[in-house]
């Protein structure tokens, strides 16, 4: 250990201001090198001055109980600031990720009307098997999961004959925000011969779906 490690660590313990510790720092280097250069080896003198928490305490035992109140106080603001914004910037990151719901009315990007004729397009589509204009309307990575095989196979899990569609319930909208992204997003109860179906489909902002579940 060299003697600017050794004093570094000792003033690092003690418990007073930053001038303070240079004027400390300065006093235990000038002992140091002055008993060096009278000869003595360094690991000697460092033995003989003694451990560093015992030096770091011999200083404390003479600042008051004022300074060492403001020292602590200085430290914890020094942890807890830095701690404050890692969490806000946590908050503000789970904020953009977390999805935020608000009414369609008040979009300034989709109208009610357009989006509930959308979504009945949509179902019409659904109803009639159109499945390859149903891919053209939705989103690329939608698109994928659009097959007739997939969606035959949740609508039989659902009944295995539908029926006629016989009446359409109530359909609630809202604007949902996630990760700056704005969808339409609408659910509503159609009643078939032989099965109440629930629809849920979001729309992109250029009205293309972006998200589709039955049950």
């Known amino acids: 250990m060299?003697?600017?490690e050794y004093v570094k660590k000792i003033v690092k313990k003690v418990m007073c201001n930053k001038q303070k510790k240079k004027d400390i720092q300065r006093q235990l280097l000038a002992e140091i090198e002055e008993r060096v250069s009278g000869g003595e080896e360094l690991e000697s003198v460092i033995a003989q001055m003694g451990s560093i928490t015992e030096i770091a305490e011999s200083f404390n035992d003479?600042?008051?109980?004022?300074?060492?109140?403001?020292?602590?106080?200085?430290?914890?603001?020094?942890?807890?600031?830095?701690?404050?914004?890692?969490l806000f910037l946590i908050l503000t990151?789970?904020?953009?990720?977390?999805?935020?719901?608000?009414?369609?009315s008040s979009s300034n990007i989709f109208t009610e009307s357009e989006v509930k004729d959308t979504l009945m397009d949509t179902i019409d589509l659904l109803d009639n098997e159109d499945y390859e204009e149903l891919r053209n309307k939705a989103t690329s990575k939608m698109a994928i999961a659009l097959k007739k095989d997939t969606i035959e196979s949740v609508k039989k899990k659902l009944c295995d004959s539908w029926g006629e569609r016989q009446m359409v319930g109530?359909?609630?909208?809202?604007?949902?925000?996630?990760?700056?992204?704005?969808?339409?997003?609408?659910?509503?109860n159609v009643a078939y011969e032989n099965v109440n179906v629930t629809y849920t489909i979001s729309f992109d902002k250029n009205m293309k779906i972006a998200g589709l579940y039955m049950k």
């Open 2 to 4: 060299t003697a600017e």
């Open 62 to 86: 003479n600042i008051s109980d004022i300074e060492k109140k403001r020292y602590r106080n200085k430290k914890l603001i020094k942890v807890v600031i830095p701690m404050f914004i890692v």
């Open 93 to 104: 990151l789970l904020y953009w990720i977390l999805p935020k719901a608000s009414a369609i």
């Open 170 to 188: 109530t359909i609630y909208t809202q604007e949902i925000v996630q990760m700056g992204v704005h969808y339409a997003t609408c659910q509503v």
